[in-house]
């Protein structure tokens, strides 16, 4: 029997033009990943449509895909092979025999279609008569069985109407799983597949995704749960449980789960670490699901020892530094500030230095794995002097915060400097610019050249008439000199802060 297979909004364009006999189709590249990738038994619908006119159509059966290459059938439900261009349209379509092949409301499989038998074997080896007699297994024979026992193993076998014991798999041909078949009065439904031979399991009740509901008896850290509908639970990759936690439960640290007396599981974060306090609450429904090994909880978000324990470091003296990363720590809050630039000096008593810029900053949330060391660069400010000197940048965490420039005092130029720049951050700021200088003020007049610029963090320094004031706040400009000889203002360090 040929499995008919669908996928949601699957459509492109060809590659290259076939003939009217091709048997294969090249797709765009990449779009093969939007269709089926039929195995043994099984195949897609395919519908051609011209690219020009839209009034052209043929549909194929796709039996196979490699990549972005179809192996076809042409000419399928009344349709004509035709030749088709590339750039020509490739969808998989909704068809009247695709719609044939789905049993109606009203078409109640009968005696005729379907054949009944009643298990008289074992747990693991199904024998039974059917009815209406069967000679020989044919494709696509149906089967509904009323089972003596629940499977014990993945390799359970039938033997139908001594026809031989043939293999059982899960509809899609993986293996099943314990207690995907239950006894009287359930009822387990079986396809015959003649290209490998194999019952095929349409209603396993051990379905995966499949959650099971129980209520906790046990105590807290030790949770008791028998579990009910749907069916008998058996552990199994993949099998999904929830249960209401009982009152004074709440967990105070590593846990553990007894299903249907099954044996204690652990229960374990998504990331595999232990539960901590408050991670399961009492009254609360805990949604698990077994990965072969361990209870992963899938709706766990945010437990009170993940909310108290934050921490923050913030380093302002420039320099190179280490942090490692603590255990169930997996997100920092990062900040990322340049040094400021320096202030420059007077030129005498008619001209004002330009005032130093100040540093850029880069923040946002990153992911960190427990145990690594990381590294940071934390810039220098800018050096004080008759221009002032550049700050240095500050790194880390994958985000760049430059320096801001010095303000200059050369040739008659008494410009402030420009802000330094965040990237690579959530939020990526500049650094505000330093104050102008004035030139060519009559002697004797004071020529004042106001502040650096401001960072994140604060203001920068003032300008003074013996010296610029340097910037105080991490990452601020420094202030510039006035109507005199004096020196600017060194430009504030950077600042890199971590919060977890």
Not at 133 to 139: H, K, Y
Not at 296 to 319: E, R, W, Y
Request: hydrophobic content about 40%.
């Amino acid at each position: 029997m040929s499995i008919l297979l669908f996928a949601n909004n699957a459509a492109t364009t060809i590659a290259g033009a076939i003939t009217n006999t091709a048997l294969t189709v090249n797709l765009a590249p990449g779009a093969g990943a939007l269709f089926p990738s039929p195995g043994a038994g099984q195949y897609f619908l395919g519908t051609f449509n011209d690219a020009a006119t839209g009034l052209l159509t043929e549909i194929v059966q796709v039996t196979a895909r490699s990549g972005d290459t179809l192996t076809i059938v042409r000419a399928q439900e009344g349709t004509t092979a035709q030749a088709w261009n590339s750039g020509d349209l490739f969808s998989n379509l909704w068809t009247a025999g695709s719609a044939a092949q789905m049993l109606q409301q009203g078409q109640v499989p009968s005696a005729s279609l379907v054949n009944y038998g009643v298990d008289t074997g074992t747990a693991d080896a199904i024998n039974a008569t059917l009815t209406p007699t069967v000679t020989s297994l044919t494709a696509g024979l149906l089967v509904e069985i009323t089972p003596a026992f629940a499977n014990a193993t993945t390799t359970p076998t039938m033997n139908a109407s001594g026809l031989g014991a043939k293999s059982i798999v899960r509809f899609d041909g993986s293996a099943v799983q314990a207690g995907d078949i239950q006894p009287a009065p359930a009822k387990a439904m079986f396809i015959y597949d003649l290209s490998s031979l194999q019952f095929l399991l349409i209603n396993p009740t051990q379905r995966n995704g499949v959650q099971h509901y129980g209520l906790d008896s046990g105590a807290a850290n030790a949770y008791v749960v028998s579990a009910t509908a749907p069916g008998t639970f058996a552990l199994s990759t993949g099998i999904g449980l929830k249960f209401k936690v009982a009152g004074g439960n709440t967990s105070t640290g590593a846990s553990t789960i007894n299903v249907n007396s099954l044996g204690a599981t652990a229960i374990k974060r998504a990331d595999g670490s232990a539960v901590k306090p408050g991670d399961i609450m009492a009254g609360e429904i805990v949604s698990l699901t077994y990965d072969g090994t361990n209870f992963q909880i899938d709706n766990f978000l945010v437990g009170p020892t993940d909310v108290l324990a934050k921490t923050l470091i913030a380093q302002t003296a420039n320099g190179s530094y280490t942090w490692t990363c603590p255990a169930n720590t997996i997100k920092a809050y990062i900040n990322v500030t340049g040094a400021g630039g320096g202030g420059a000096g007077s030129g005498g008593a008619t001209n004002g230095g330009g005032c130093g810029g100040a540093g850029g900053t880069a923040e946002g949330w990153v992911t960190v794995v427990p145990g690594t060391v990381y590294t940071y660069v934390i810039g220098a400010g800018g050096t004080a002097g008759g221009t002032g000197g550049t700050g240095g940048s500050s790194t880390g965490f994958g985000f760049t915060a430059t320096g801001g420039v010095g303000g200059a005092n050369t040739g008659g130029a008494v410009g402030g400097g420009s802000g330094g720049v965040g990237s690579g951050g959530t939020l990526n700021l500049h650094g505000g610019y330093g104050t102008d200088g004035v030139s060519a003020m009559p002697a004797g007049v004071a020529v004042p050249s106001g502040g650096g610029g401001a960072s994140k963090w604060g203001g920068g320094g003032r300008a003074a008439i013996a010296g610029g004031i340097a910037g105080q706040a991490p990452g601020t400009g420094g202030g510039a000199a006035y109507s005199g000889t004096g020196t600017g203002g060194a430009g504030a360090d950077g600042l890199v802060t971590i919060y977890f």
